[in-house]
T-cell receptor, first 111, second 110 residues
Framework: DTEVTQTPKHLVMGMTNKKSLKCEQH?????MYWYKQKAKKPPELMFVYSYEKLSINESVPSRFSPECPNSSLLNLHLHALQPEDSALYLC??????????FGNGTRLTVT | GEDVEQSLFLSVREGDSSVINCTYT??????LYWYKQEPGAGLQLLTY?????DMKQDQRLTVLLNKKDKHLSLRIADTQTGDSAIYFCADYTGGFKTIFGAGTRLFVKA
């Protein structure tokens, strides 16, 4: 069982929809991450929150909007996505200088 | 920028040992990781090694690190069909950034 929980597991949305991905961890980790993974590729870093503040934004388009309501929760708000945004979105958490712990991801399809 | 490279495919017979190789460019690596990804799942941390170590063994897994050549390997003893997955080598470069290799797809033939 993963200690990082992501919901939903699957999401299909149209290009005009607004949806949100959710992530929760209870390991006391102070850093939380969003990664995007296309098929047969490694994960690509999107955002990092450290102590609930946005530390890294890897030049992600504004149609992706992260939010960290508290130290255990991380959201990714989606709006006006494109079909090429279809991917597996992975949440991870860690302490600094410690391994990443990943959730099982949300499989997103944009139609 | 820093880079991590690994071969894309490996095929072994059940019961044999598997060796997955990785090279990295970061001279100041502190941690190197191996992750496993099964279909439809996230990445599972298998093991990791500090840069001041040469070897780490954990049950069927052996990690060897040659820091001079910047070469990392993962050996899986007595490989089983359940080991079929994608294995990612990863280098923690600091500042919350981890560089992943492209992943090695391991096929285990019964």
């Amino acid at each position: 069982d993963t200690e990082v929980t992501q919901t939903p597991k699957h999401l299909v949305m149209g290009m005009t929809n607004k949806k949100s991905l959710k992530c929760e961890q209870h390991m006391g980790h102070r850093a939380m991450y969003w990664y995007k993974q296309k098929a047969k590729k490694p994960p690509e870093l999107m955002f990092v929150y450290s102590y609930e503040k946005l530390s890294i934004n890897e030049s992600v388009p504004s149609r992706f909007s992260p939010e960290c309501p508290n130290s255990s929760l991380l959201n990714l708000h989606l709006h006006a996505l494109q079909p090429e945004d279809s991917a597996l979105y992975l949440c991870a958490s860690s302490q600094e200088f410690s391994p990443l712990h990943f959730g099982n991801g949300t499989r997103l399809t944009v139609t | 920028g820093e880079d991590v490279e690994q071969s894309l495919f490996l095929s072994v017979r059940e019961g044999d040992s598997s060796v997955i190789n990785c090279t990295y460019t970061d001279s100041s690596s502190t941690y190197l990781y191996w992750y496993k990804q099964e279909p439809g799942a996230g990445l599972q941390l298998l093991t990791y090694i500090f840069s001041n170590m040469d070897m780490k063994q954990d049950q069927r897994l052996t990690v060897l690190l040659n820091k001079k050549d910047k070469h990392l390997s993962l050996r899986i003893a007595d490989t089983q069909t359940g080991d079929s997955a994608i294995y990612f080598c990863a280098d923690y470069t600091g500042g919350f950034k981890t560089i992943f290799g492209a992943g090695t797809r391991l096929f285990v033939k019964a």
